[in-house]
């Protein structure tokens, strides 16, 4: 099956078209102009350039696809302070490229930012049917898209469906972006980390994995799946990450190291996405990150 992937080059995107190419799938990537593509010419069949909200570039984008992923943001956009450029590019946008797609498959890449304001009806347990209460601008886009997607499949029965990554970790193409980076880079100058609090986590792969396990499937049609693996501190990472290191380092554990709440996995385990890495997996990829920083310098 013929892929469009939007954010093609990216971190998430990466990964994906990896997995596609994998599983047998005919890839067609949307980057920049500006964008780098050495890392992904051989899994991607046909690059297009463009914007994600140019519309002269999606019938080049959607020629011969059979299903979409978007998967793109423009963060300069949203991080710009001008509301109106953010909801332009990033919201009309990823509307009007659903919109456009039909009645192809659209796959969103939402985020698990569409949940904040956690139910008591839930006794901590978060599943599919939450209500979607976010607390920031990009967590209200992933929601507000998921609306359309949801309109798109009940009025005309486009195959919509969404995944929703919580915080993603793995080797960044950039590698200064990758989860930890920074953590490390503390620890190997010997400072002390005293980050509080923490979060939940996936593997890239795994994500990967998820979209590219939900492309010519009837059975995702108006689904959105919650990726979460499991909650970390930034404690627990500097901790695996000093260990890693050999150095010693004062770390403030203080921060609870249980979350209020947690995720249901069996809608994203139904994708064939075990999301059993637990701490093990933060640490393998502490590892991989420790030596790729120490071959740089």
């Known amino acids: 099956m013929r892929v469009a992937l939007t954010g093609v080059s990216g971190f998430i995107g990466t990964y994906t078209a990896r997995h596609l190419h994998r599983a047998g799938h005919t890839v067609t990537g949307l980057v920049r102009s500006t964008s780098r593509r050495d ?71 939402s985020s698990i930012a569409v949940h904040h304001d956690m139910r ?18 990009y967590g209200a886009l992933k929601a507000a898209v ?19 990554p919580c915080g993603v970790y793995g080797i960044d193409p950039v590698l200064d972006r990758s989860h930890g ?52 501190r930034w404690s627990d990472w500097a901790q695996m990450a000093a260990q890693l290191l050999g150095v010693k380092a004062q770390i403030d554990m203080s921060s609870p190291p249980q979350p209020k709440n947690i995720f249901a996995k069996d809608a994203a385990r139904s994708l064939g996405v075990a999301l059993d890495r637990g701490h093990k997996g933060i640490e393998d990829h502490l590892r991989e990150l420790v030596s790729l920083m120490r071959e740089q310098g």
């Open 120 to 137: 008591p009806r839930w006794e901590g347990m978060i599943d599919e049917d939450h209500p979607l209460r976010p607390a920031s601008l």
């Open 181 to 232: 980076y920074t953590l490390v880079q503390k620890l190997m100058r010997g400072e002390n980390v005293n980050k509080p609090g923490g979060g939940k986590f996936v593997h890239v792969d795994d994500v990967a994995a998820a979209l590219t396990a939900c492309v010519g499937h009837s059975s995702v049609a108006g689904q959105p799946y919650n990726l979460v693996d499991c909650y970390a």
């Open 146 to 164: 998921e609306s359309h997607l949801w309109a798109a499949h009940f009025e005309r029965g486009q195959n919509a469906s969404a995944v929703r």
């Open 39 to 109: 890392h992904i010419e051989p899994v991607v069949d046909r690059f297009v350039i463009g914007d994600q909200s140019d519309v002269k570039c999606w019938p080049k984008l959607l020629d011969g696809a059979e299903c979409i992923i978007h998967n793109s943001v423009d963060w300069e956009a949203l991080k710009s302070g001008d509301l109106e450029r953010h909801l332009r590019s990033n919201l009309a946008g990823a509307v009007q490229l659903l919109e456009a797609s039909s009645p192809r498959q659209f796959i969103y890449v």
